[in-house]
């Protein structure tokens, strides 16, 4: 998700959004962030095999890195109990994920936990066949560019 991206700092009162560079109104603030949730789950899900009995396997244990176009990072662990957290500039953000179907899983924060419940949760189709080792590139929402994903072993 675009990032599951406090660079997910839902409850937090800054104006800045952290590692973006950009100031913006609250409102649009979580709309950045929750795009970013969706953004980083997307990677996730780009790590998916069909023929894998868990999606995620490639993920768990080793370490998920987004590079955004201006250089920051993000850092994402996918956990084997339908757990997630992603460490950025501006702290760590965590959550669940669960499977809505064999090729879609949704992706909610839970900490910070969000003002509006209803922006907690977001679903992503999966795409690709990443394993270990992997990078590969993910265009961001309306033409923003694009992010570099990659998994390496260990965290």
Not at 37 to 54: R, W
Not at 59 to 75: C, H, I, R, S, W
Not at 98 to 105: L, Y
Request: charged fraction near 20%; aromatic fraction near 6%; include cysteine.
């Amino acid at each position: 998700m675009e990032s599951a991206a406090r660079v997910l700092g839902l409850a937090r009162a800054s104006d800045h959004i952290a590692g973006c560079g950009a100031f913006l109104p609250r409102v649009r603030e979580k709309e950045f962030l929750m795009k970013r949730i969706a953004l980083a789950g997307a990677g996730l899900l780009a790590l998916v095999t069909a023929a894998q009995a868990d999606p995620f396997a490639a993920a768990y244990g080793n370490t998920v890195t987004q590079t955004m176009p201006d250089g920051k990072k993000l850092v994402i662990y996918v956990n084997q109990d339908g757990t997630w957290e992603q460490h950025g500039d501006a702290g760590v953000v965590k959550g669940t994920f669960v499977w809505k179907d064999d090729h879609t899983a949704c992706f909610t924060v839970t900490d910070p936990a969000p003002k509006d419940p209803s922006q907690a949760t977001g679903c992503n189709d999966i795409k690709g066949d990443h394993k270990l080792g992997d990078t590969w590139s993910e265009p961001l929402p309306n033409g923003g560019g694009s992010i570099t994903m990659s998994i390496t072993a260990g965290r």
